[in-house]
C-alpha cells in the first residue's frame, strides 16, 4: 500500500457530519428515487459526488473575502487577479466570469457557429454543450489507450494528433473553428496531458490556422503529473511547467471552481490578440457584467487571485495527488477495477468489471453509486449508460463505452480515514457483487435525465 502524503496544512475551523444508520439511507434512497442528485446533502457521511465547488478554502482566502472591494468598475481585487492572471498563465489578458461554463458562453460564439466544428482531446459535457449552442459540432479525438481502462499509461488525456490533422483535412481546415485542450482531461478520468501533446497540437494548428483553447480547470494537477511523468520536465517548478503548457494555446477558459481552490469562479485568459479580447468583454458585458467584476463579488475575485497561488504550491499537490494514489493503492491491494492510473481529482470505478451481472440497460455504474450509499452514505455519480440517456432518434437506451461510478474528491476536505471508509465500502460492495441487482428507470425528463429521474431496483 502506498504511504499517505501528510497534508501541509491544519484544521482551524469544522463542519459536523450526520452519521446516518443504514435504515435512514434505506430511507432517504426511497425518498430520492434512487437518483443521487436528489440525495439531501446533509444525509451523505462523504460526499463525492463532484469536486467541483466542494473546496475547502484557506483562512488567507477567508481574510481575502472580507478584504474584496466591492466597487461595481475599478475595484482593488480585480487588479489584484489581473496580475495573479498574468503572473502565473503569462498571457496579457485575463477575465473574470461567474464559472467555467460562463467563459465557454462569452468566447465561444465568437470562434463558432453554422457548419463549424470544434475538436478536442475529449469535451466537458458544457463545454460540448456550448460549443453545439454556438451552432457548431463538437468532435472528441482521444487518444485509443484513453478507452482501456486497465491500460497504465502516463498521458491517457493526450489528444490524438494524427487523427486530428486527419479530421482537420476531412472537415475542412476552413471549417475548424477551435481546438480545445482539456488538461486534464475530465471526461477520461481525470488523466493528465503531456507538454510534448500540447506542442505537437499548437503546431499543426498553427499550421492551418486554427486557434487553440485550454480548457484549464485543472491546469495544476496537470501540472504536477507532468513534472512527476515527463521526463525533461522533472527539474522544472511548476510555474515555469505552467508557463509552458500555456505557450502552446492562443487562450485559456477556466473552472475555478477546481484547482483555484474556491467555491465559485470562472477565468478567461487570452494571449495576446487585443482585439478578439475587445469581443469578450463585449460578450462578459452583455453576459456576465461589467469587466471588473464579471458576474463575481469583489470577495469572490480576492479569494481566486489567492486561491490560484494555493492550488500551485507544490507541497500542496503532492498531498493532493498523493490521496488520489493512497485511494488508488488500496483498491489496488483488493483487486478493484477503475481507470488506471488513478487521474488527478477522483477515482472512476470500472462498474462494468465490479458488477459483470448487470447489463447495460440497467445501469451497473448507477446501482454501484446507490450500493455504495447505502453501504456507508458515500456518495459518488454515474458516468456511464444511465448519464448518456436515450438516442434522440429511436428512444432506445444508448450503450455507453465506459461504465464508471466517479468517486470526486474535494480539494482539502477530507482526511486519510475518511479515505479508508471510502475504500472499505468499496470492498465490502465488490463481496456481495452477485447479489446487487441493477436498475430501472420509472420517470425520465426529456434531456440531461440523470439529474432528475426516478428509478426502481429492479426485484
Ligand atoms: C467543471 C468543468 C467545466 C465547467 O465549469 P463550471 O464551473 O462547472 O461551469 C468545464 N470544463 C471542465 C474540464 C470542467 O471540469
Same mark, same amino acid.
Given at each position: 500500500m502506498k504511504k499517505y502524503v501528510p497534508e501541509p496544512f491544519r484544521i482551524k475551523m469544522v463542519e459536523p457530519i450526520k452519521m446516518t444508520t443504514r435504515e435512514e439511507r434505506e430511507e432517504a434512497l426511497k425518498k430520492a428515487h434512487y %437518483?443521487?442528485? %436528489?440525495?439531501?446533502?446533509?444525509?451523505?457521511?462523504?460526499?463525492?459526488?463532484?469536486d467541483s465547488g466542494t473546496n475547502a478554502m484557506s483562512d488567507d482566502q477567508w481574510s481575502g473575502v472580507m478584504k474584496g472591494d466591492e466597487a461595481y468598475a475599478g475595484g482593488e481585487s480585480y487588479f489584484k487577479l489581473l496580475e495573479a492572471g498574468r503572473d502565473i498563465f503569462d498571457y496579457e489578458f485575463i477575465q473574470p466570469v461567474h464559472q467555467g461554463r460562463a467563459a465557454e458562453k462569452v468566447v465561444f460564439p465568437i470562434l463558432l457557429g453554422e457548419g463549424k466544428y470544434a475538436i478536442s482531446n475529449m469535451f466537458f459535457d458544457t463545454t460540448r454543450a456550448h460549443v453545439e449552442l454556438a451552432g457548431a459540432r463538437a468532435i472528441d479525438c482521444v487518444v485509443?489507450?484513453?478507452?482501456?481502462?486497465s491500460k497504465i499509461a502516463p498521458?491517457?488525456? %493526450?489528444?490524438d494528433v494524427e487523427k486530428m490533422e486527419r479530421l482537420i483535412n476531412e472537415l475542412g481546415p476552413e471549417n475548424v473553428g477551435l481546438i480545445v485542450m482539456t488538461i486534464t482531461n475530465n471526461s477520461a478520468g481525470g488523466q493528465p496531458v503531456s507538454i510534448e501533446n500540447l506542442k505537437q497540437v499548437y503546431e499543426v494548428a498553427k499550421k492551418y490556422n486554427i486557434l487553440v483553447d485550454i480548457d484549464a480547470a485543472r491546469f495544476a494537477e496537470n501540472a504536477y503529473f507532468i513534472k512527476m511523468r515527463e521526463e525533461k520536465y522533472k527539474d522544472a517548478s511548476i510555474e515555469e511547467i505552467i508557463k509552458e503548457c500555456f505557450k502552446y494555446a492562443d487562450m485559456f477558459t477556466m473552472s475555478a471552481k477546481k484547482d483555484a481552490i474556491l467555491n465559485i469562479g470562472g477565468l478567461i485568459g487570452v494571449k495576446e490578440d487585443a482585439e478578439f479580447f475587445q469581443l469578450v468583454k463585449g460578450n462578459c458585458i452583455s453576459y456576465e457584467g461589467f469587466v471588473t467584476y464579471g458576474g463575481l463579488s469583489g470577495r469572490d475575485l480576492e479569494a481566486m487571485a489567492i486561491g490560484l497561488y494555493e492550488g500551485i504550491n507544490e507541497d500542496y499537490l503532492a498531498y493532493r495527488i498523493g490521496q488520489m494514489e493512497y485511494l488508488a493503492s488500496q483498491l489496488d491491494d483488493a483487486g478493484i477495477p477503475y481507470q488506471?492510473?488513478?487521474?488527478?481529482?477522483g477515482i472512476f470505478l470500472d462498474a462494468k468489471a465490479i458488477l459483470p451481472n448487470i447489463p447495460y440497460y440497467e445501469f451497473p455504474a448507477q446501482s454501484l453509486a446507490v450500493e455504495l450509499y447505502r453501504e456507508a452514505g458515500i456518495r459518488s455519480t454515474d458516468i456511464g449508460s444511465y448519464m448518456l440517456? %436515450?438516442?434522440?432518434?429511436?428512444?432506445e437506451q444508448i450503450e455507453s463505452e465506459f461504465e464508471f461510478t466517479r468517486l470526486a474528491i474535494p480539494r482539502r476536505v477530507y482526511t486519510q480515514a475518511h479515505l479508508d471508509v471510502i475504500a472499505e465500502a468499496v470492498k465490502n460492495v465488490k463481496e456481495r457483487a452477485d447479489e446487487i441487482k441493477g436498475l430501472k428507470i420509472k420517470w425520465e425528463p426529456?434531456?440531461?435525465?440523470?439529474?432528475q429521474a426516478h428509478l426502481e431496483p429492479i426485484e
Open positions: %437518483n443521487m442528485f %436528489n440525495v439531501k446533502a446533509n444525509m451523505v457521511y462523504i460526499d463525492c459526488l463532484t485509443e489507450e484513453a478507452k482501456d481502462p498521458f491517457k488525456g %493526450n489528444m488506471k492510473p488513478v487521474g488527478g481529482h440517456g %436515450n438516442d434522440p432518434d429511436t428512444g426529456p434531456v440531461l435525465r440523470h439529474f
